[in-house]
C-alpha cells in the first residue's frame, strides 16, 4: 500500500503554488527535525529559545513586557537603537551534583529579542523593572510623538 499526498482540488489547477507548499513542507521538517536539537546553538531559529514578549502604548508611553523566569538581573541586557527595542541575555543551566537529568524542557542558553517601536521615545528617560521573573521596559514617548490637544476657536 502506497501513501499519496492529498491535494485539495482547487490547488492542482496552479502547480507553482504546489511547490510552495511542498518548500514550506520541507522547511517545517527541517526545523522539527531531531539532527538540529544536538547540533548546538545553530541561531535563534534553531534553538526554540525566544521569550514571549508584549508591548502597547497609551498616552505617554509604550511599554514592553517580557517573560524571563528563572533568570539573573544581570543576565539582561537592553538596547535602544535606531527606533528598535533590543532585549538579549542568557539563562544559564542549573546543575546540582553530580545529578544527571531524565528529562529538560527549559530552554537554556542566549537569546534576543529585537521589536521596532512604533513611535519616537525619548531615550534619557528609559525604565526597566525586573519582578518575579517579568521584565518591564517603559519607555516615554518623545514630546512630538504625544498626542495633543487642540482648542477649537470661534
Not at 14 to 36: I, K, Q
Request: net charge negative; aromatic share 8%; proline share 6%.
Amino acid at each position: 500500500m502506497s501513501l499519496i499526498r492529498y491535494q485539495s482540488p482547487e490547488l492542482t489547477s496552479w502547480p507553482a503554488l504546489d511547490r510552495w507548499m511542498n518548500l514550506r513542507d520541507d522547511l517545517n521538517s527541517l526545523v522539527e527535525s531531531p539532527f538540529w536539537s544536538s547540533f548546538g546553538r545553530v541561531g535563534q531559529l534553531f534553538s526554540g529559545w525566544s521569550p514571549a514578549l508584549d508591548l502597547y502604548q497609551n498616552n505617554d508611553n509604550v511599554v514592553a513586557v517580557v517573560e524571563l523566569p528563572g533568570m539573573c538581573r544581570d543576565d539582561i541586557e537592553i538596547s535602544l537603537h535606531d527606533g528598535t527595542l533590543t532585549i538579549s541575555g542568557e539563562r544559564k543551566r542549573e546543575t546540582s551534583g553530580g545529578e544527571k537529568s531524565e528529562r529538560t524542557e527549559r530552554y537554556v542558553g542566549k537569546f534576543r529579542r529585537s521589536v521596532p517601536l512604533p513611535t519616537h521615545v525619548d531615550a534619557n528617560k528609559v525604565n526597566a523593572t525586573y519582578r518575579d521573573g517579568i521584565l518591564t521596559v517603559t519607555l516615554p514617548k518623545a514630546e512630538e510623538a504625544k498626542p495633543k490637544q487642540i482648542p477649537v476657536v470661534s
